[in-house]
């Protein structure tokens, strides 16, 4: 079992930055495959991020690719998303989620998820 708390969401303006934080509980995060995804009002969930148990292995949606970056430290049980050049429509509550070791980018394939955080990005 896995407990998922997201963290760091706000608002920003069009091409600036925010970090999200997800901090897990358990013993064996570092078993865990990561990812982040979010959902905008009227929209389905969508991928955005995910990161390998060792932190060796990423993947990211188009939309974001160069722009954002997860990363994981498994000594403090921690996943990042670092948002850069935000744009209006990177708005929505995002969600971490963690599914048991290999990488995955389809929210079906996650086991467990966080309440999420809203990020919202002003003109």
């Known amino acids: 079992q896995v407990q998922l708390v997201e963290s760091g969401g706000g608002l920003v303006q069009a091409g600036g930055s925010l970090r999200l934080s997800c901090a897990a509980s358990?013993?064996?995060?570092?078993?865990?495959?990561m990812g982040w995804f979010r959902q905008a009002p009227g929209k389905e969930r969508e991928f955005v991020a995910a990161i390998s148990v060792s932190g060796g292995r990423t993947s990211y949606a188009d939309s974001v690719k160069g722009r954002f970056t997860i990363s994981r430290d498994n000594a403090k049980n921690t996943v990042y998303l670092q948002m850069n050049s935000l744009r209006q429509e990177d708005t929505a509550s995002y969600y971490c989620?963690?599914?048991?070791?290999?990488?995955?980018?389809?929210?079906?394939?996650?086991?467990?998820w966080g309440q999420g955080t809203q990020v919202t990005v002003s003109s």
């Open positions: 358990g013993r064996t995060f570092s078993s865990y495959a």
């Open positions: 989620a963690a599914r048991r070791i290999t990488i995955a980018t389809m929210v079906s394939q996650y086991d467990y």
